[in-house]
């Protein structure tokens, strides 16, 4: 600062104090180190001038030792990344992660197990009837996969106690599809298919954590990992949609129709394999996805938020919602995709970070879309008792307290946190904690909701 | 004599949780009351004090808190925790049993060695 009360210290001439703000901008240039780490490490070096000053040296000689003292810029900016940005995955990786690639090669295991999920989409074919039993083949088919998935984790961790997890699961899952006498066009089918699948995701996650699946950091990072899959599988879907169309058109040119071929084992042997490379994906290349997925989280939080307004300012000026059918499921969904922003969002932060503009925007994001659940529920409210309860509306309404007990606490907690300045680990407490939350609900949908209402 | 680098990274630790139960204090601070307890034998690169700082209070050893320096420059200032404590307590019975093991293995190894050069004397 050019403006010492002349309390203490000495003060530096111009010229020394533009190569302090030189040495400043350079290391910020670097990005390993945080501005915060920046200004405790120029207050350092601000303090180590003043003493040597103090000691007789000029301005000029003291900022060189004193730079110097600080040791190279790489050296430290190198420590700095070591101890933040890959946090936790680096330690989950250093503890299970460097014996894995010796287990008779990592890359060709992979791709065992990728066309082991590759089959599995085709395995219920052997039982069901692809046609006729469409909803349940569907239902069959994701079991087998996600369990290949489990087993495909529980291989990586080399954990015994996570291939267990992922053979009971996939066997009762499956057995379940095909004990349940659903009917093609139930809604019991219907919410299974949506739910079963979040059950066994969380199975997914036991293996992902190796069996440690108390363990907060291990939570968090199946967070982390279950939103870079998503990312990846979104890219691997893509970029296979365009090839598959270019080689029907192709084909077609051709006087050959290999649209048959293509729909019932090209695209879903693509799917089941892609799964398991989305997984090996995430842990591979690493670096490629955990400096996008936060970039996309700051992308779309603010759009959401602005969306979200918008949707508030409509809901005033009309009154509120008419038709309920849909209503409730149109923000169940939106009230996941506000629960996703606020899990990559604080995943993606360190966990003493201060306070800023990114908790505001997550706090108003999340006080939008609890007040747009509120209309939500409004105009339901009147309509439960005369319509009595169907399968669908509980699922609905299930899912939404789930969601709106987890938002709440999340805005409670982010507000506490910018009134007194405190760190993320609350949120991050309450949002591992709940994890499991989810998967019991799913169960809760898809097991006991079909007998419940005698698969209507 | 320099203290060489692996000590100095392992006694690192310690040496910061120590420096803090005098009470708070800020990161240049803890880098001269160093040279000051080490006679300058201790030299640290300073700005790896830092990360270990961050490390420490990932660990709950150290808590952080931004002020303000006399001339209002911005800092950070660290304070130890209970859990840090507890910390320095067990870098303590650990060094101390290093430090004593080095002891009689030195003081063996000067015996043994008086007592080799002594012998040919003996027989001459």
Known sequence: MSAPGGASGPTVRPDVEAEITRWRAYLDARGAVAPADADELEDHLRGQVEDLMASGLSDEEAFLVAVKRLGSQDEVAREFARQHSKRLWRQLVLDGGPRTPGRWGAVPGMLGFAVAAALATRAPSLVLDAGDDAARYVLLSVTLVLGVVAGFLAWRRASRAAGIAAAVATVAGAALTLAYPFDATDDTVVLALLHLPIALWLVVGFAYAGGRWRSRAARLDFIRFTGEWVIYVALIAAGGGVLVGVTLAVFRGLGIDAEPIVSAWVVPFGAGGATVVAAWLVEAKQEVLESIAPVLTRVFAPLATLALAAMLVAAVATGGFQESREVLIAVDVLLVVVLGLVLYSISALEPTSPAGWTDRLQLALVVAALALDAFALAAIAGRIGDAGSTPNRIAALGLNLVLLVNLAATAWLYGVRLARRGTLEPLLRWQTAYVPVYGAWALVVAVALPPLFAFA | ?124
């Open chain 2, 1 to 124: 004599m320099k203290v060489g680098k692996d000590l100095m990274a392992a006694s690192a630790a310690p040496l910061v949780l120590a420096i803090l139960t005098e009470g708070e204090s800020y990161g240049y601070a803890i880098v001269r009351r160093v040279r000051e307890l080490s006679d300058g034998e201790i030299e640290w690169t300073d700005g790896l004090l830092y990360p270990l700082l961050h490390r420490l209070e990932d660990g709950g050893h150290v808590r952080s808190r931004w002020g303000a320096s006399d001339t209002g420059r911005k800092r950070r200032y660290y304070e130890i925790t209970d859990a840090g404590r507890g910390e320095l307590a067990e870098h303590r019975r650990q060094w101390a049993a290093v430090v004593a093991a080095l002891r009689t293995a030195w003081g063996d190894a000067a015996e043994a060695a008086s007592v080799a050069t002594m012998r040919p004397g003996v027989a001459l």
